[in-house]
């Protein structure tokens, strides 16, 4: 059977949509707003004991003993673990690259401040931390290698002694007539550029309850999991346990962002369950522990770019060279945040050639973890940079500059330089819309002016890509395995007509939960109420992924699309055998299933499934009384890579334009964001209020990523940022409210024409905030090449121009 | 370990008694010891806002108290809000509609210092809710929506009954 989705909304069974495309209210909302919401840490289990976990205190040292026994001794303790248990019990974590990873429990040496060494079960958490103070840990420190310039170099001293150097992966694609096409530009720019680390920090931390039942050896673990299915096969892999007798079930969560983590712990307390005869074990991360030893930091980068110009300001190619620091370990697909940029490497623009120049390198800080936008929002800012510094160059304006680079609408679908292919899109459109909301001239003219009276005021206009639909062909040049990410819902219609859909991913804050109920309330003609999602666990939830990669939307969609169609096909028959009529001669609409030459005739989808279920009597012999039907999507059409790690992997490509202005003021280094319009591509919206909501949400994080977080490590590998004083989150008095346009140009390869958008503005923010930012700083002969864009760091620059 | 005290104190209107550790803090001891988990802990050292509850009247971050202070003070918290018969509060419908939230995990927090600010600020301008605001975290929604909430909320308290 071969489904034809929808390809718009008017493609639905309805005669005019009532539910899907409107900003409807979420039906998560109620219990979130009551703080009835389950999540983990509300989670209390009969004889759960409570976990803490002892971090290394050096960012490189050899472990000499470890002495648990005082800790043991302390009245309330029920279990320690040690790395010893780790190495008896499980596999070395699962690394991408391969091999550059240890036990979730040091062993031999510690790799990071923050490390696992050791842990503790206890009647309370206050307990479990007071015994940690009992744990005598001997250690004997190595000179920690932080500097990812000298971990690169030859002879330098190891993170890892198996290995011949600290380079956990190499290598240079190029695509095109690179080099030719530099020797024959009419200019060619080159800078370096410093992205500091940053990260996710959800306001919940990761916290799991473990249960390793003994007597069957079974797993259960209840947690804030972004992938709960995902984590499941990894732990059965972990320890050599047959898959089905691990059980994951996903609990609500205060975000993800793609840096929840987790793994450690929920290794850790499910060794502890062992070791407390299998009661639950619970472990709540606290922020510090997030902060420093969780999933909170990724993209530490030195960058070097290229790019060849032609006198008319067309860009012909692009060379990126890329120093990302990994941290000590591979763990936790962070690297992944490397290669992703492959997908969008070119940005919005048609050029031809390019080179990606790729290096990871391991140093003695926290492994990096994946984050929102999964990379390219380093990449776009550097890409961006060069597009200013070259139509400066070139005497273009910087809209200018791209408009004559922008793939034309008429191209799509267009396959980049580094091979993903992008669906549709209207760049353009876009850019013209933005203009027009801003005023470009007559803010160009205040600036002017602001200029005339010594102010520093700049102005940023910024195109970028989000790679949408994630999958993982794209992370094959670093060992990820298979293509395709099924994700599946189970749509059943009870006997009083009621709609249950059942997925395998919890809340985490983008609203799919309602989408999934407007599209079901939509497709059979219900009311919101009628409709209700639920939760399955890994055993018996339809395949399924989750939220990341800016993917769910569009996945859950083509499920439930492709689930209502299974459905509809049963109830049709069961229609037609009523109306004594073919199945071909019954359809959908509005709720009821007609026979299409007599409208009279019609039966409610409520009453077709009630009659599969209690009249066996009236049921077409090729018919099963179960009203259900499962359906799991996946993106067509993708393969394997070419030599040059070349694919189609992200099915959509979303696309933003950014305007801003900003006033940099040198006495202080501040930035103050005076302006900033957004126009918004991506598709159809399901629900317009939450892809606003998202857009909003990533410009606050791409705020915090330009002016305000960094982690900070100082040379003997100990992290100065650990708290929420020194780790700065913008708060509300640091986002502006851009005023936002949306435009639509619908995907052609995705049900209902909708495109990944869950990353969102944080793709863009950055790139547009530091093009603004330095259009401040022309006058002044300097440029700020290093994100974030600190008041320190500005004003040291600025100081150091007129000094 | 010091020896454990008797404490009483008043949640959303219920008298209770507790029996705690002088080193527990307010927030381990509404969630853990009194079973009410709507606060959430986002930090446990003071900086995000998501353990905000009212005391006495007055919002304080629950993580950097200690339950031993809370002898004798009367608390509400998000348990609180909504009438024991289930209607929603004007901050909470507010939210719902503004969309002033998307993991929620920090809405507790934040509806706690709103519903102070409204109290004595009914009608706030835009830079009194900013400021009422500027010391809690939310990460996922770029506060807009926020502060749409609490322009909304504020206009549902002054309209008079229908
Ligand atoms: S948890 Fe109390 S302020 Fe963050
Ligand atoms: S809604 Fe997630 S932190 Fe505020």
């Avoid at chain 1, 900003?23 to 004889?47: A, H, M, S, W």
């Avoid at chain 1, 492959?342 to 390198?361: H, K, Q, R, W």
């Avoid at chain 1, 992290?719 to 995907?747: C, G, N, Q, R, W």
Wanted: negative net charge.
């Amino acid at each position: 059977m071969t489904f034809e989705f929808p390809k718009s909304l008017d493609d639905l069974p309805i005669s005019s949509p009532k539910w899907v495309g409107k900003p409807v209210n979420r039906v998560e909302d109620p219990q979130l707003v009551t703080g009835k919401t389950e999540f983990i840490d509300n989670i209390t289990l009969p004889g759960m004991v409570h976990c803490a976990i002892l971090h290394s205190p050096h960012a490189h040292a050899r472990i000499k003993s470890i002495d648990m026994s005082r800790a043991a001794a302390l009245l309330g303790v029920v279990a320690t673990l040690t790395g010893e248990d780790a190495e008896r019990w499980s596999r070395p974590m699962y690394t991408t690259p391969q091999g550059w990873g240890g036990y979730v429990l040091a062993t031999d040496k510690v790799r990071f401040v923050g490390e696992p060494v050791a842990a503790v079960a206890a009647t309370s958490r206050y307990i479990a931390e007071d015994a940690l103070e009992l744990i005598d840990v001997e250690y004997e420190p190595i000179d920690p290698i932080v500097d990812a310039f000298s971990a690169a170099q030859p002879g330098s001293p190891k993170v890892f002694e198996e290995h011949d150097d600290n380079i956990m992966y190499q290598r240079v694609f190029t695509w095109g007539e690179v080099d030719e096409s530099f020797q024959k530009a009419d200019h060619v720019y080159k800078e370096s550029f410093r992205w500091n680390r940053v990260g996710a920090n959800p306001l919940e931390t990761f916290g799991v309850i473990s249960e390793w039942d003994l007597v069957d050896d079974t797993l259960t673990c209840r947690g804030a999991f972004q992938t709960a299915s995902f984590m499941a096969m990894g732990r059965a892999a972990t320890f050599r346990l047959p898959s089905n007798k691990v059980r994951f079930i996903a609990q609500p969560h205060g975000g993800s962002f793609g840096g929840k983590g987790g793994g450690r712990g929920t290794d850790i307390t499910l060794m502890l369950s062992r070791k407390a005869a299998g009661r639950p074990v619970k472990w709540i991360e606290d922020r510090m522990e997030y902060l420093s030893s969780g999933g909170s930091q990724a993209w530490d980068r030195h960058y070097e770019a290229s790019i060849a110009v032609n006198d008319d300001g067309t860009v012909t190619a692009l060379r990126v060279k890329l120093l990302d620091d990994m941290g000590a370990t591979a763990e936790g697909f962070g690297a992944t945040g490397a290669v992703k940029p492959m997908a969008s490497f070119t940005g919005c623009y048609a050029i031809p050639n390019a080179e990606y120049d790729l290096t990871l390198v391991a140093t003695n800080k926290l492994p990096a973890s994946p984050y929102r936008g999964m990379g390219p929002p380093p990449h776009n800012f550097v890409l961006e940079q060069m597009m200013d510094i070259a139509a400066r160059d070139l005497g273009l304006d910087p809209a200018e500059m791209r408009r004559r680079n922008f793939i034309p609408a008429d191209q799509f679908p267009y396959i980049i330089a580094s091979g993903n292919e992008y669906d549709s899109g209207e760049y353009e459109a876009a850019l013209d819309k933005v203009l027009e909301m801003a005023g470009y001239e007559q803010l160009r003219r205040e600036q002017e002016e602001a200029r005339a009276q010594g102010r520093h005021v700049g102005i940023g206009v910024v195109s970028t890509i989000e790679p949408g639909v994630f999958d993982w062909n794209a992370y094959t040049v670093i060992g990820t395995q298979g293509i395709g990410i099924p994700e599946g819902v189970t749509v059943a219609i009870d006997t009083m007509g009621k709609i249950t859909a059942r997925v395998g991913f919890a809340l985490e804050g983008q609203g799919q939960y309602t989408v999934v109920t407007q599209l079901l309330a939509e497709y059979f003609g219900v009311e919101l109420e009628d409709v209700r999602v639920v939760l399955a666990d890994n055993l018996s939830a339809p395949p399924n992924f989750g939220p990341g990669g800016s993917r769910l939307g569009v996945a859950i969609t083509g499920a439930v699309l492709g689930a209502a169609q299974r459905l509809t096909e049963k109830l049709t028959k069961v229609a037609a055998k009523l109306f004594e009529v073919q199945p071909e001669d019954v359809e959908l609409l509005d709720g009821m299933l007609r026979v299409k030459s007599v409208p009279e005739s019609q039966l409610s989808v409520a009453n077709a499934a009630a009659i599969m279920l209690n009249r066996s009597d009236m049921l077409p012999p090729d018919v099963d009384p179960s009203p259900q039907a499962t359906f799991a999507w996946t993106a067509p059409g993708r393969v394997e890579p070419d030599e040059q790690g070349r694919v189609k992997s992200y099915l959509t490509a979303a696309n933003a334009c950014h305007l801003v202005m900003v006033e940099v003021d040198p006495d202080t280094g501040q930035v103050e964001i005076l302006k900033y319009y957004i126009a918004d591509d991506c598709g159809t919206r399901l629900n317009p209020a939450n892809v606003e909501g998202m857009v909003q949400g990533a410009v606050a994080q791409g705020v915090g990523a330009t002016l305000l977080e960094e982690y900070v490590y100082d040379d003997d590998g100990q992290l100065l940022t650990a708290s929420f004083m020194d780790y700065l989150l913008p708060t509300i008095h640091e986002v502006p409210f851009p005023e936002k346009a949306a435009l639509v140009t619908p995907s052609p390869f995705t049900p209902l024409g909708a495109k990944g958008a869950g990353e969102s503005a944080i793709h863009t923010t950055p790139a547009a905030i530091m093009c603004a930012i330095n259009d401040a700083l022309l006058p002044l002969g300097v440029r700020a090449k290093e994100v974030p864009a600190s008041p320190n760091r500005l004003w040291k620059l600025i100081q150091g121009a007129s000094g | 370990m010091a020896a454990k005290r008797d404490i009483r104190l008043t949640v959303n209107g219920v008298a209770y008694e507790a029996t705690v550790e002088p080193r527990m803090t307010l927030v381990d001891m509404l969630r853990g010891e009194l079973g009410l988990t709507g606060t959430h802990v986002g930090c446990e050292h003071g900086v995000c806002g998501a353990c905000t509850v009212l005391m006495d009247g007055r919002a304080v971050r629950s993580c950097i108290m200690l339950a031993v202070q809370a002898d004798g003070a009367d608390f509400m918290t998000i348990e609180g809000l909504a009438s024991r018969e289930g209607e929603l509060h004007p901050i909470q419908q507010a939210f719902i509609e503004e969309r002033g939230l998307q993991c929620g995990f920090c809405t507790p927090g934040f509806m706690m210092s709103i519903l102070e600010l409204l109290q004595e600020t009914p009608d706030p301008t835009d830079d009194e809710i900013k400021d009422a605001l500027g010391g809690a975290i939310c990460r996922c929604t770029g506060y807009e929506s926020i502060l749409k909430s609490v322009r909304s909320a504020a206009k549902k308290l002054l309209a008079p009954a229908s």
